[in-house]
């Protein structure tokens, strides 16, 4: 029986002596300063930089530390071979060959079970930039990181979602069945808006797009507004909110910019980062009006970014990868699933010198559910909106508005064609009337017509009142 005691507490010795040699290895893995994975820039060459050293995916975070401590965010954007290509988000002033690229993955973790730093593996959806969203954005002017802009102190959000999502299953979308009263009487009446649908308003510079968006803003029946100020001019920033969104549209929107000075990579962000916050609203159950301005801008920030990683360029300087970033950016809007909301988009067109046929535009009309068109020769004679009728669409409106309601704007549109072909010869005194009953009926209707088509900016005109308003100009119309 001693002997056996004898060698229990032998063991016992020797079970304490490893524990104490496990804790001593415990303490000195401790004292090992933690490792991270970094890679060194070798080339900096206009909008791209090359970093060797690093295996990251594409859309993968990173920033490069200058010998100054200078931080440049940057973002992979391709590779080849072993060199990586980077888009600086920031200015790449002060950085020299050799500077440190660190994947912000790469942020050191402790674990507690073995009380040692290592760098997790992330799978490939952890990998996605995460932006953070919530309803204490309602109100707030961000850029398109998400820091505010307006001076209000910190933005308070409720959770973190990818800047890109996945696409919606096209079967399981709520078909788009309910009219939106947008509080204009033109659209209302003549190119009536659904719920979920996409448009695109057509424009070239000054003919009214940003105050007709504004009115857009304040009058639409929607929850929530989500305006994306996407390239456009610093100036126009400030001046949007405060003249045209005003602090009554202000107060139910979000507001992210990201103006004309700023990167290519974050004036994409700003674009994908405005939609990723009316998803959020529209998954919440709400109906989301998302405004941006501009399409154009980001398709060329795309082209920016294309071209200086090698992209070829196709139709007039275009990669092909900005008319496939186009409908990526698109198809994340309009219905959800049953039982959650809607997201509403407009998005703004520029035609440089007034093509309608320029690529963008043609692209976008392929991939949108209608197109409003402002034209500078209305915008000349005092016409605003300066929306041409005969040149837009709305493809849900026959879904939407009854029968003998159709029938009512197609004769407008029949009437008031007719007058804007005759036009020249009706100013010259070449028409004879009697010539064409059409015509005639039209010249008879031109000012009635000329007065629902014109709207003040500070006049909002609902649904119910648009519609009454164009059966009473066509009631006594044979």
Excluded at 45 to 64: D, F
Excluded at 204 to 220: C, D, E, Q
Excluded at 305 to 324: D, H, M, N, R
Aim: with cysteine; hydrophobic share 40%; aromatic share 6%.
């Amino acid at each position: 029986m001693g002997a056996k005691r004898l060698r229990t507490n032998r063991t016992m010795s020797r079970l304490r002596r490893w524990q104490k040699y496990f804790e001593d290895c415990h303490s000195a893995v401790g004292m090992v300063p933690p490792w991270s994975v970094s890679g060194r820039l070798t080339r900096v060459a206009g909008l791209v930089m090359e970093a060797v050293g690093l295996k990251l995916p594409v859309g993968n975070s990173c920033y490069v530390i200058a010998p100054s401590g200078q931080r440049v965010d940057a973002e992979v954007v391709g590779f080849s071979g072993e060199n990586v290509f980077l888009m600086p988000a920031t200015d790449v002033y002060g950085l020299e060959p050799g500077a440190i690229v660190v994947p912000v993955e790469s942020h050191v973790v402790r674990s507690p079970k073995l009380g040692v730093d290592f760098i997790p593996r992330r799978r490939a959806e952890d990998r996605a930039r995460q932006v953070a969203v919530g309803w204490g954005l309602l109100g707030r002017v961000l850029d398109a990181t998400g820091r505010p802009l307006d001076n209000r102190g910190v933005v308070v959000t409720e959770r973190q979602v990818p800047l890109y999502s996945r696409p919606l299953n096209p079967l399981e979308r709520t078909p788009i069945h309910q009219v939106l009263d947008v509080g204009v009487r033109a659209i209302n009446g003549l190119l009536t808006v659904g719920r979920g649908q996409r448009l695109g308003l057509f424009a070239g510079s000054g003919v009214g797009k940003s105050v007709l968006l504004g009115m857009m803003a304040r009058y639409t029946e929607a929850d929530v507004v989500v305006v994306g100020l996407i390239g456009e001019r610093g100036r126009e920033v400030k001046e949007f909110i405060e003249n045209i969104l005003g602090s009554e549209g202000l107060a139910r929107s979000v507001v992210v910019a990201a103006p004309a000075d700023s990167p290519p990579l974050l004036r994409l962000h700003g674009a994908a980062y405005a939609t990723a916050i009316a998803e959020f609203f529209r998954d919440q159950g709400k109906q989301v009006l998302l405004i941006m301005d501009s399409l154009t801008r980001f398709a060329m920030a795309q082209r920016e970014i294309a071209l200086a990683i090698g992209e070829p360029p196709a139709t007039k300087g275009y990669t092909p990868s900005v008319f496939a970033k186009l409908p990526q950016l698109v198809e994340r809007a309009g219905n959800g699933d049953e039982g959650q909301g809607s997201i509403t988009a407009f998005y703004t067109v520029l035609a440089e010198g007034d093509d309608q046929q320029d690529p963008i535009a043609d692209a976008a009309r392929a991939i949108l559910d209608g197109h409003i068109v402002l034209t500078r020769d209305l915008a000349d004679q005092g016409h605003y909106p300066a929306i041409d009728i005969e040149a837009s669409i709305s493809r849900a409106m026959t879904e939407i508005v009854p029968l003998e309601d159709m029938a009512r704007v197609r004769r407008f549109r029949q009437l008031y064609s007719a007058y804007r072909r005759s036009r020249d010869l009706i100013n010259v005194g070449a028409y004879v009337s009697g010539a064409d009953p059409v015509v005639d009926e039209a010249l008879r209707l031109r000012e009635p017509f000329l007065q629902y088509l014109r709207q003040d900016v500070d006049e909002r005109d609902d649904y119910a009142s648009s519609r009454a308003r164009l059966n009473a100009l066509l009631a006594a119309v044979p």
